[in-house]
């Protein structure tokens, strides 16, 4: 099934808290970063040097990942504000909408007007330094994950000063969902992406389908311009034909870092992660 970004399916997510071509290598035209810290279009200002507790306490408007159980995986826009102390270990509390309601959230837990519970998750470790990601889980009663809802947050590279030059990019990916629409799996590994900036992106995914079978992914050459991509995944290895859709932007003032989310599907997994990764 090709995937696609649309506007929200699942969840717009409202936090105030705790939620190639051309090649890789050195860059043939070095990409020289901005002076002025002007907005961007996710609601924060453009990288210089701030830090990512910056972004607390801003409405920011991103891409997410989601997938319901039984109803497959889509991206579409949402927002996100986090308040004081949410990126520096404070209590993950604040309101989120989701499912067309808005849920209270209590050191990171709430619940659905249909019982379902609801989980905030920030990791920490997995942030860079312009760049965070966070995930909403949404389980039954009993613990059985009905969906989740993943962003990636942060200060983007302003676009004006990434028009030439070339990256490679590497680093990780993780990805939570189904199997048979039932059994709760993790798909995660490692990723690279060559960039060429004059308009053209690819990448490859190597991971593991709840670290026992090998499943590999490829985003082939896709054309983009300013400071983000979009495009639709193929299976490599592990799966066949189709496997979800990758978006991506660029972070820092130099473009140092890439993140990006994922809506999957592919053999009898449907799950949605993001991406953090750095410039080689």
Do not use: W
């Amino acid at each position: 099934m090709k995937l696609h970004f649309a506007k929200p399916l699942m969840t717009t997510l409202l936090l105030v808290t705790a939620a190639c071509g051309g090649g890789g290598g050195e860059d043939d035209d070095p990409i020289v970063p901005g002076n002025d810290p002007t907005p961007g279009s996710n609601g924060l200002d453009y990288a210089v040097s701030q830090n990512l507790r910056d972004a607390e306490g801003n409405a920011m408007t991103l891409t997410s990942a989601s997938f319901e159980s039984g109803a497959g995986a889509s991206a579409q826009s949402g927002s996100i504000t986090l308040d004081a102390g949410f990126l520096s270990g404070g209590a993950l509390s604040g309101s989120v909408d989701v499912l067309g309601e808005t849920v209270a959230i209590t050191n990171g837990t709430g619940n659905l007007a249909n019982g379902q519970d609801v989980t905030l998750v920030y990791e920490a470790g997995r942030s860079g330094d312009y760049v965070g990601a966070v995930e909403l889980v949404a389980s039954e009663t009993g613990g059985a994950v009905a969906g989740e809802t993943h962003y990636v947050f942060g200060f983007e590279t302003d676009p004006a000063e990434i028009t030439s030059g070339t990256a490679t990019y590497s680093g990780g990916f993780q990805a939570s969902g189904l199997l048979n629409g039932t059994t709760e799996a993790e798909y995660e590994g490692d990723a690279t992406f060559d960039v060429n900036f004059a308009g053209r992106v690819e990448g490859a995914f190597y991971g593991r389908l709840n670290d026992t079978t090998d499943v590999d992914l490829t985003l082939g050459q896709t054309s983009f311009g300013g400071n983000s991509f979009e495009g639709d995944l193929s299976c490599a290895n592990g799966c066949s034909g189709t496997a979800g859709s990758v978006g991506g932007t660029f972070y820092g003032p130099d473009a140092e870092e890439l993140g990006g989310v994922l809506a999957l599907e592919f053999g009898n997994f449907e799950g949605a992660g993001t991406l953090i990764l750095t410039v080689d």
